[in-house]
Nanobody, 121 residues
Framework: QVQLVESGGGLVQPGGSLRLSCAASGSIFSIYAMGWYRQAPGKQRELVAFITSGGNANYADSVKGRFTISRDNAKNTVYLQMNNLKAEDTASYYC???????????????WGQGTLVTVSS
């Protein structure tokens, strides 16, 4: 099986920064795309950013210019650097890998357990 484990959430003041990490482990052959979603209380889960194994990245309009997604393919780890955080960024952030190919050549869609980011003074 494959697991995604997030870390780096917490409480930060408006204008501050946080860096989230998500490490994939298990019987992994390859991972094409990895990304971050978030879900605020009472709202639907939304895509924040994703990145391919080749480094192509896409962002939600609401985070462009403030968030940067990056990836270490050798470590099967994806990062989300969040700068100039705003109160509306408060949410649980979930790591996602929609097409993990296992060593048995099965393809899995995997989610992390989530990490809470709270932006408040």
């Amino acid at each position: 099986q494959v697991q995604l484990v997030e870390s780096g959430g917490g409480l930060v003041q408006p204008g501050g920064s946080l860096r989230l990490s998500c490490a994939a482990s298990g019987s992994i052959f390859s991972i094409y795309a990895m990304g971050w979603y978030r879900q605020a209380p009472g709202k639907q889960r939304e895509l924040v950013a994703f990145i391919t194994s080749g480094g192509n990245a896409n962002y939600a309009d609401s985070v462009k210019g403030r968030f940067t997604i990056s990836r270490d393919n050798a470590k099967n780890t994806v990062y989300l650097q969040m700068n100039n955080l705003k109160a509306e960024d408060t949410a649980s952030y979930y790591c996602n890998a929609p097409g993990v190919v296992t060593t048995a050549r099965a393809t899995l869609a995997v989610w992390g357990q989530g990490t809470l980011v709270t932006v408040s003074s």
